[in-house]
């Protein structure tokens, strides 16, 4: 599961990385949260929670309904 998470960040990476941007895949917990971590200037970005809920989140819950959601960390 964890390399599904990975590949399908990989698609949104190039939207991020268009604005600076980039994401990491942390972790999948028991629990089925994805936590990522957002660098470059999505890090600091006051859009960050938007682009995290309305784009990753959305792109990894259609493509697998049992994740739960997603969380950045530091």
Do not use: W
């Not at 599961?1 to 994401?23: F, S």
Request: proline share 4%.
């Amino acid at each position: 599961m964890e390399q599904k998470i990975k590949d399908a960040l990989n698609t949104i990476r190039p939207i991020l990385q268009r604005d600076g941007g980039d994401i990491e895949f942390v972790e999948l917990t028991a629990d089925n949260i994805v936590k990522v971590r957002l660098q470059g200037h999505c890090a600091g970005c006051p859009g960050a929670r938007m682009t995290l809920k309305g784009i990753v989140e959305k792109v990894l819950k259609e493509s697998y309904p049992e994740i739960a959601g997603v969380e950045a960390v530091d």
